[in-house]
């Protein structure tokens, strides 16, 4: 029996799913479509930092989840059980599973947690179910989940437009990265539904994009409402080269080498709150689903 056939056996652990966090390296807003959408051009590159994901499979079809985050985010909002489920009724599977969720990604931070969550889940189960369906069938259903789950089932570092669905796998510089996490939980959909959000930057090619310099449209916009984050950017600004991620409210400076990274954060003021990674163009996903 190989070792995928037991680890689909009821009752089996697999442990140590990683579901790592990403940055926007730039994040462009291009316009709105007439559905509400926005048609974007963003860089992703992942980070080895992220959460934990522990499955057992179980024979009784029910789903249950344990995690650190106590009663912050009901069972009925919680992408982890809405990917297992959406990944049950598109492949029939009457298996169930209990998962166990260590949550070290702050929540509205830009960092994709809830998304990195949804994909690891999906991706999983999908191995753990032997359910069969292919990445791009996964990434199908994540994409009804969250227009970033795409970029973390496929697990490579990509050029994203349209409304982050049409994935291109580039290869950026590996750098080491600072990120300050502010304390602040900014909405995303507030964030595109503001009137003064810029929405009007040019289409570019991908080739025009690496070479310019990059930079996030939803920036300043979330600094005039959340001091908090404009208190982050402006400090970390006076160490390196900086931007936000996605929506927000997380923060990232850039170094060439782990110990710049780090002399920084040890110059951290204690209001501030933050964590050394560095970024990489191939999830640890993928290394974990092979070693099944």
């Known amino acids: 029996m190989s070792p995928l056939d037991q680890t689909s056996k009821p009752n089996s652990l697999s442990l140590g799913w990683p579901a790592p966090a990403k940055l926007n390296l730039f994040l462009h807003i291009n316009g709105r479509r007439e559905d509400g959408y926005h048609e974007l051009q963003t860089l992703f590159q992942f980070l080895d930092h992220g959460d934990l994901l522990d499955f057992k499979v179980t024979a009784n079809g029910e789903l249950k989840l344990h995690s650190n985050l106590g009663t912050a985010v009901p069972d009925s909002d919680n992408l982890i ?24 990604l702050p929540m509205g931070g830009g960092l994709g947690g809830g998304s990195s969550d949804a994909a690891t889940t999906l991706v999983a189960l999908n191995a753990l179910w032997q359910t069969g369906l292919s990445e791009t069938e996964l990434a199908q259903i994540g994409l009804k989940l969250g227009a970033d789950v795409p970029v973390f089932i496929k ?13 291109q796998p580039v290869e950026p510089a590996e750098p080491w990265y600072l990120v300050l996490v502010p304390e602040a939980h900014v909405s995303t959909g507030k964030v595109f539904h503001d009137p003064d959000l810029p929405r009007d930057t040019p289409k570019l090619s991908l080739e025009q994009l690496l070479s310019a310099p990059w930079q996030n449209d939803c920036q300043v916009l979330v600094c005039r409402h959340y001091p908090q984050v404009a208190k982050a950017l402006g400090w970390l600004l006076e160490y390196a080269p900086s931007r936000m991620t996605g929506t927000g409210a997380c923060v990232f400076g850039e170094f060439e080498k782990q110990q710049q990274a780090l002399d920084c954060l040890a110059q951290l003021p204690p209001s501030f709150k933050g964590f050394v990674a560095k970024g990489i163009n191939r999830s640890p996903l993928q290394s974990r689903l092979a070693r099944l």
């Open 155 to 167: 697990g490579l570092a990509a050029f994203a437009e349209g409304v982050g669905e049409k994935l």
């Open 81 to 104: 059980l809405k990917a297992a489920k959406s990944l049950q009724q598109a492949s029939g599977c009457e298996l169930g599973a209990e998962i166990w969720l260590d949550k070290k």
